[in-house]
């Protein structure tokens, strides 16, 4: 079974500062990889995602990931961050779809992003 | 552009009582997923339903039953509710025969056991 691990849980930055958030997944074979953003109760929406191709994978809202395989990681940057970005951000992780069925996310924990005016 | 919708929004039991949830997914979507957060959790996937049969099973209790139906909604039904039950849960859709599995997520239900 897969897992995923963000590393940091609270992160509090000052606007305009660059931000990245880390991810890992363990997994044996090829994944898909998300990143979602929930902000105060509202629901999960996605930021961006890697199927396969370009490791470096442009999302709305000017966030951007990177998958690199060695690593086993999928890291959240953005080089500006706005106080709107507050948020709880969400890696996810899926075995890649082989054609038998719809399997469901694995999530991190998430990591709560403070960002102070 | 349209999105999942989940109903009702918010929904208050007692213990040992009965819920159902329901999903519509995004139209032309054909399968649905429900996952369940806690408070302060990460979602945790229960169920899917591809072309209206079961896809793939996780974390769901045996009191829990799900289905998708012909229209391609999906119903939710909860026995035996249990003070731990109560949760945020969501229902997520994507159209898996085209290969493209982005799952994208409704509102959800805010269930509150008392």
């Known amino acids: 079974a897969q897992s995923v691990s963000q590393h940091n849980h609270h992160v509090i930055l000052s606007e305009a500062a660059s931000l990245e958030l880390g991810c890992n997944y363990s997994y044996g074979g090829t994944v898909n990889l998300f990143w979602y953003v929930q902000y105060p109760g509202q629901h999960l929406q996605l930021l961006l995602k890697?199927?396969?191709?370009?490791?470096l994978v442009k999302g709305i809202k000017g966030f951007e990931a990177e998958f690199i395989k060695s690593k086993f990681s999928f890291n959240l940057r953005k080089p500006s961050v706005q106080w709107s970005d507050t948020a709880e951000y969400f890696c996810a992780v899926r075995p890649e779809y082989s054609g038998g069925g719809a399997d469901g996310l694995t999530f991190g924990k998430g990591t709560h992003l403070i960002i102070q005016p | 552009a349209a999105g999942v919708i989940q109903s009702p929004r918010h929904l208050i039991k007692e213990k040992r009582e009965t819920a159902t949830l329901k999903c519509y997914p995004i139209?032309?979507?054909?399968?649905v997923y429900w996952y369940q957060q806690g408070p302060g959790q990460d979602p945790q996937f229960l169920i899917s339903?591809?072309?209206?049969?079961?896809?793939d099973k996780g974390s769901i209790p045996d009191r829990f039953s799900a289905q998708q139906f012909s229209d391609y909604h999906s119903e939710l039904n909860m026995s035996s509710l249990e003070l731990g039950d109560s949760a945020l849960y969501f229902c997520?859709?994507?159209?898996?025969?085209?290969?493209?599995?982005?799952?994208?997520f409704g509102p959800g239900t805010r269930l509150t056991v008392l």
């Open positions: 997520a859709s994507s159209l898996v025969r085209l290969g493209t599995d982005t799952q994208y």
């Open positions: 339903f591809y072309e209206k049969m079961q896809s």
């Open positions: 139209p032309r979507h054909d399968t």
């Open positions: 890697y199927f396969s191709g370009d490791p």
